[in-house]
């Protein structure tokens, strides 16, 4: 940090109070989204004003962090701004990582009617109703015995492979769409249970997601870049360490 303020110094590199205050604006913006988006009916200003009072800073507190490290920013842009990655790289970088990054899993959407452990006459009778026309969600909102659900209709959304326990996972990922199944016996009593749709594995394609590794993939290596310059400058410059402040060394 001292070195890119050196380097700020040296090339008049100075941070006005225009662009301090885009900056506010930005995370105005930024912890706005952040309140909403976990619920909250926020503007971005009352949000903003939140988050200082969170962090127990004033706004002139944040301006003056602004204006000291704006500058650091500005020096990591000029000196490394431009490294990119390839188009090779960014292929390279999806290949790797899309099947776990940008795939989502196999799902089931399901429903089900939860009879307790000493209802199976019951849940075999329900079952021969619901083969025989009976209205699937009516039955689950009179006798489910899963609260979670039974107002919904038996409604349990939509799931994928290794978030319910096995034998009803078992039996959703073996059945066809619109197919009723059970009871199945599970360590809560016996679930009779459709599959309302089924979504197979899918993988977003490269062009969906390749601006989003492009940006990735800059970040790093701009990261890269500008720790090779410090590097650099610590050797032109001849950096000295007070005795008892050198860095840890590395490996």
């Keep these: 940090i001292e ?16 662009e301090v205050d ?6 105005k913006e930024q912890v706005g989204d952040q309140a909403r988006s976990s619920g909250q009916d926020l503007s971005n200003q009352e949000a903003y004003e939140q988050a200082l009072k969170q962090n127990n800073i004033t706004e002139e507190q944040l ?6 490290t704006l500058p650091y920013q500005q020096v990591q842009e000029r000196v490394a701004g431009d490294a990119e990655p390839s188009d090779e790289e960014i292929q390279n970088f999806y290949e790797k990582n899309k099947g776990a990054q940008f795939t989502t899993p196999a799902q ?14 019951k849940a075999e009778e329900a ?3 619901l083969e025989d026309g009976a209205d699937f969600a009516k039955l689950a909102e009179e006798e489910s ?16 492979k290794g978030e319910t326990v096995p034998e009803f996972e078992e039996a959703v990922f073996g059945a066809e769409q619109g197919e009723i199944v059970g009871p199945v016996q ?5 679930h009779i249970i459709e599959v309302t749709d089924i979504k197979p594995e899918q993988t977003r394609p490269l062009e969906d997601v390749e601006s989003q590794i492009r940006s990735q993939l800059s970040a790093e290596k701009q990261t890269e870049e500008f720790n090779r310059w410090v590097e650099e400058q610590k050797e032109e410059r001849d950096v000295k ?9 590395q490996g």
């Design 3 to 18: 070195i890119a303020k050196a380097y700020a110094q040296e090339h008049n590199i100075t941070v006005s109070d225009e």
């Design 22 to 27: 885009q900056e506010i604006e930005k995370i």
């Design 63 to 68: 301006r003056e962090d602004i204006r000291q």
């Design 108 to 121: 089931r959407c399901v429903r089900h009617i939860l009879y307790n452990k000493d209802q199976k006459e």
């Design 127 to 129: 079952t021969q109703q």
């Design 145 to 160: 015995q899963d609260p979670g659900s039974a107002a919904n209709g038996g409604d349990l959304g939509c799931l994928g």
């Design 186 to 190: 599970t360590e809560f009593g016996y």
């Design 241 to 249: 360490y007070l005795k008892g402040y050198e860095p840890p060394k």
